[in-house]
């Protein structure tokens, strides 16, 4: 799956006045298809499990979508790549049930 989306997602932006060093795209990546494909509220995720808190996952989840990520050379094999390069992470909700 990191093959498929580390291309699509945008480059760290720059810390001018340096700070805490960012946690790995790939570690929040990871809480976000939990969450999304267990269905567990994002304040639930173990931290010690995934490396990161939800709120952490969430941040980089808006991140990314604000950024609009990068678009791919060719299209996604499984067609989960939005146009303009962007992936389907956001579940649709329906009432009370999750559709993927």
């Known amino acids: 799956m990191w093959v498929v989306a580390e291309p699509l997602l945008p480059n760290e932006p720059p810390k001018p006045k340096g700070g805490r060093p960012r946690v790995s795209d790939r570690v929040p990546l990871r809480g976000i298809v939990f969450v ?15 490396g990161s808190s939800g709120m952490t996952c969430w941040r980089r ?33 329906a009432g009370r049930s999750v559709h993927r």
Do not use: K, N
Request: aromatic content about 6%.
């Open 36 to 50: 999304l494909r267990s269905g567990l509220p994002r304040g639930m995720l173990p931290g010690e499990v995934f």
């Open 61 to 93: 989840l808006r991140d990314w979508q604000q950024a609009g990520g990068r678009r791919p050379a060719a299209p996604h094999p499984a067609g989960t790549a939005r146009p303009g390069g962007r992936v389907g992470l956001v579940p649709r909700f």
